[in-house]
């Protein structure tokens, strides 16, 4: 029914910026979470951000406030997440998710769809 697809990875070099986009398939649901989670090789899955699609409310975790900022644009159905002085430990596998997580944002066994995931490499 929901279908994710992540791109604009890449390289970076430290202190750089990069934007990711996640086109979500039809009509997203006005109660779905959309969030952003990431993981490196070696480390579990890892919550970065997300946004409620009804309100526009966001969140984040305290590694990424003030330099990431998600968002959503309703008529192209799209979530962004721009990353702005990114530092090597930022570098990841990043996914686009969608769900119905409640209160359980950060959780990324509360979300029932994934994107492939997109390579997000800073270099030092």
């Known amino acids: 029914q929901v279908a994710l697809v992540e791109s604009g990875g890449g390289l970076v070099q430290a202190g750089g910026s990069l934007t990711l986009s996640c086109a979500v398939s039809?009509?997203?649901?006005?109660?779905?979470?959309m969030g952003w989670f990431r993981q490196a090789p070696g480390k579990e899955r890892e919550f970065v951000s997300a946004?409620?699609?009804?309100?526009?409310?966001?969140f984040y975790v305290d590694s990424v406030k003030g330099r990431f900022t998600i968002s959503r644009d309703n008529a192209n159905n799209t979530v962004y997440l721009q990353m702005n002085s990114l530092k090597p430990e930022d570098t990841a596998v990043y996914f686009c998710?969608?769900?119905?997580?409640?209160?359980?944002?950060?959780?990324?066994?509360?979300?029932?769809?994934w994107g492939q995931g997109t390579q997000v490499t800073v270099s030092s």
């Open positions: 946004v409620r699609w009804s309100s526009g409310a966001t």
């Open positions: 998710a969608a769900g119905r997580p409640g209160l359980f944002l950060t959780l990324a066994n509360k979300y029932d769809y």
């Open positions: 039809g009509r997203t649901l006005i109660t779905y979470v």
